[in-house]
């Protein structure tokens, strides 16, 4: 499912006009966009939390030479299912 189809899946449950769906689901990216930015976590309950964690440098190989290449330290996000989503998903 694209973006396109998830903002319209929104609103059919939603009763929104697709517009107002577009206009929610940007809104709720930027917001858990701009949480992760400064460092913070959203935990929506049953759902899962969004977080940010950090990954060490590293090195690496490059896949086409072989050779060995060091990989920054990054802080990347990660997303942790909650019990909710994990029995939807199994079920």
Known sequence: MNKAEFVEQVAEKSD?????AEIAVDATLKTIEEQLARGGEISLTGFGK???AARSARQG???QTG???QIKAARVPRFS???KLKD????
């Open 50 to 52: 969004f977080h940010v």
């Open 88 to 91: 939807v998903v199994n079920a």
């Open 67 to 69: 050779a060995t290449i």
């Open 61 to 63: 190989r490059n896949p």
């Open 81 to 83: 299912a909650g019990s």
């Open 16 to 20: 929104l006009s697709r517009r107002q």
